[in-house]
Nanobody
């Protein structure tokens, strides 16, 4: 079956960096677009970043532009989110998702807490 496993979350100080990883199995990874979403307490889940199946197109929500970078390694079936200059408002559970046509798969989420 399809599995997406996120890792790399944790506690980080404001201004610091984290790299999230999402390892996929059970599907042909390079055929799927990938996104990172996040959900903060009491808020709706929001799209943070998107990357196309071949990695040539990437887009970001305005609040993370210039600070976060989404990338993927199709040889390793893994998508990444490099988070730099993090802020307390980046605190959330981060989820990766893969999608193709009408199919979408979600990971279990990884907690990111930005606090001094």
């Amino acid at each position: 079956q399809v599995q997406l496993v996120e890792s790399g979350g944790g506690l980080v100080q404001p201004g610091g960096s984290l790299r999230l990883s999402c390892a996929a199995s059970g599907l042909t990874f390079e055929n799927y677009g990938a996104s990172w979403y996040r959900q903060a307490p009491g808020k709706e889940r929001e799209l943070v970043a998107f990357i196309s199946s071949a990695g040539g197109i990437a887009n970001y929500v305005d609040s993370v532009k210039g600070r976060f970078t989404i990338s993927r390694d199709n040889a390793k079936n893994t998508v990444y989110l490099q988070m730099n200059s993090v802020k307390p408002e980046d605190t959330a559970v981060y989820y990766c998702t893969l999608y193709r046509g009408g199919s979408r798969y979600w990971g279990q989420g990884t907690q990111v807490t930005v606090s001094s």
